[in-house]
């Protein structure tokens, strides 16, 4: 098994990079997890519509037929820490060859994607801008493998 973890543009500031590339790092110890980056069409395209159909077909591109997509969207599912982590580690044991994991970007996602999606995630009912949402999420991805693992990184 391994995770990709799809993001529509690059990440720009030095700090958020550095986060993502410990966090990456942490989570290779569990599973294979790579990273791509889809260019971001707000600043080619002005029509925000457009934008995202397009960014939409950069990602499906992205995605293979058996892969399991899950976006990380506000209008997904809710999860403690521990429940994140047993969701996981029951995505794990269904055999799934790859999980896709996408952060859309300023716009959110294409009708397209929504519906090759097999799942939605929310970190918050707060919003946060899609740069923030890389640390965060892949922190609690991190954390999710020490649960399952019964390493000492969460404290309940």
Same mark, same amino acid.
Do not use: W
């Given at each position: 098994m391994k995770i990709s973890f799809i993001l529509v543009g !690059?990440? &720009?500031?030095? =700090?958020? !990079?550095? #986060?993502?590339?410990?966090?990456?790092?942490?989570?290779?110890?569990?599973?294979k997890i790579n990273e791509l980056v889809i260019e971001n069409q707000g600043g080619k395209i002005s029509d925000i519509h457009k934008a995202k159909q397009k960014e939409g077909e950069l990602i499906l591109k992205k995605i293979l037929p058996g892969d399991f997509v899950i #976006? #990380?969207?506000? !209008?997904? +599912? =809710? %999860?403690?820490s521990p429940q994140f982590a047993a969701y996981i580690e029951n995505l794990f044991n269904q055999s799934l060859k790859n999980i896709c994991f996408i952060v859309g970007g300023a716009y959110g996602f294409s009708d397209e994607v929504y519906q090759r999606a097999n799942a939605k995630v929310s970190l918050s +009912?707060?919003?946060? &801008? %899609?740069?923030?949402?890389?640390? #965060?999420?892949? =922190?609690q991805l991190y954390r999710a493998f020490?649960?399952?693992?019964? =390493?000492p990184y969460h404290h309940s």
């Amino acid at each position: 098994m391994k995770i990709s973890f799809i993001l529509v543009g !690059k990440t &720009s500031t030095a =700090e958020i !990079k550095n #986060l993502c590339t410990d966090y990456m790092n942490r989570i290779q110890r569990y599973v294979k997890i790579n990273e791509l980056v889809i260019e971001n069409q707000g600043g080619k395209i002005s029509d925000i519509h457009k934008a995202k159909q397009k960014e939409g077909e950069l990602i499906l591109k992205k995605i293979l037929p058996g892969d399991f997509v899950i #976006l #990380l969207d506000d !209008k997904g +599912k =809710e %999860h403690t820490s521990p429940q994140f982590a047993a969701y996981i580690e029951n995505l794990f044991n269904q055999s799934l060859k790859n999980i896709c994991f996408i952060v859309g970007g300023a716009y959110g996602f294409s009708d397209e994607v929504y519906q090759r999606a097999n799942a939605k995630v929310s970190l918050s +009912k707060m919003t946060f &801008s %899609h740069q923030i949402v890389r640390p #965060l999420f892949l =922190e609690q991805l991190y954390r999710a493998f020490t649960i399952i693992n019964n =390493e000492p990184y969460h404290h309940s």
